[in-house]
């Protein structure tokens, strides 16, 4: 491993801290599991138009018989979720 150094605002490193321990990881850790995953963003080829054709291509797929569901959608997840014991 290289060694190397970084300066953190005072919140993102208490922030990191806290997650360390609530994951029972080292900051470093997580500072590097986070380096991972931009690194794997960055390589998997998509330009953000295909980004966005991916992600507009769902739209229309659905449906449901709830006519205010767009309009009233936080109404029935917090519903869905009262549910769930």
Do not use: C, P
Not at 17 to 43: G, P, T, W
Not at 66 to 78: E, F, R
């Amino acid at each position: 491993m290289y060694r190397t150094q970084i300066q953190l605002r005072e919140d993102q490193s208490k922030k990191l801290k806290e997650m360390a321990a609530e994951y029972n990881v080292s900051v470093a850790e997580l500072i590097r599991q986070s380096i991972d995953m931009l690194i794997e963003q960055e390589s998997d080829d998509l330009t953000i138009e295909e980004r966005w054709q991916q992600t507009f291509s769902i739209m229309g797929k659905y449906a449901s018989d709830v006519a205010d569901l767009s309009t009233n959608h936080d109404k029935y997840l917090a519903e869905a979720y009262a549910t769930v014991k």
